[in-house]
């Protein structure tokens, strides 16, 4: 079986294969840093039936600790940072190394499943834009656009703004979010506030992806990932495809390629 480990700036994600089947995801907040045991107790698998371990993470404090719970499981891990060179894409930008680890996995994830031309918008910390491409070489990751995420936005303006109530994105995404029938215009603070997070947020990946097409000049298909992905992805025409676990099933796929070289 094999461990594969997404750390993100919000939460450290686990998934656990069987070749390319997804058997078990389970994930911790990434802040204050796990400890061993925290991840050991976490632990949803037999330890003895994990074979190997590939490792992924934006947030350079979580390495160290990391390789320690793959060592603890008996397994020297793979880490896929800048230094990581065969993704199964080009990296086509000026300095790969400053591209976060998770943004060209999502891109390699595209590759390997056949969906190039891609864009790919992860709604996680930052809400990315990744764009992958067919290239001389084979598929390319070709850059993208870095924008606030949603919750990192709503902590910022509560923050910023005395009389603004402070509110949890997660408890705003009530039923009626999955629905067009929220109105734009809010008749109260809260009202404006939940508008302002969903159709603003709409607009701007809208706004963004419309953008991506007219400069590039090509139909990409558009595929959504990431903690809200489910919640804005219904609203948003252009986004043709969710995939929750795109980054796991991309780390997977780089193991497996770079296991058989």
Known sequence: MLLVIDCGNTNIVFGSYDGKELLSVWRIETHPLPTLEDMRAALPIASDSIEDVIIASVVPASIEPLVAFSKSLGHEPVIVDGSFT????????????????????????????????AIVVDFGTATTF?????????????GGVIAPGVNLSVAALGAAAARLPDVNVQDMLQADWQSDSLPVLGTTTHGAMQS????????????????????????????ATG???????????????VRDNLTLDGLAGIFARNKSI
């Open 86 to 117: 065969d993704f199964g894409v080009v990296v086509d930008v000026p300095n790969p190394s400053q591209v976060g680890p998770d943004r060209i996995v999502n891109a390699a994830a595209c590759a390997s499943i056949g969906l190039v031309p």
């Open 227 to 241: 903690g809200l992905a489910a919640i804005y992805a219904p609203h948003i025409l252009a986004i043709s495809d």
């Open 196 to 223: 302002g997070v969903l159709w603003g947020y709409v607009g701007l990946v809208e706004g963004i992806l419309a953008r991506l097409q007219d400069e590039l000049q090509l139909s990409a298909t558009v595929i």
């Open 130 to 142: 990744d764009v992958v491409l067919d290239g001389v070489d084979g598929p390319r990751y070709a």
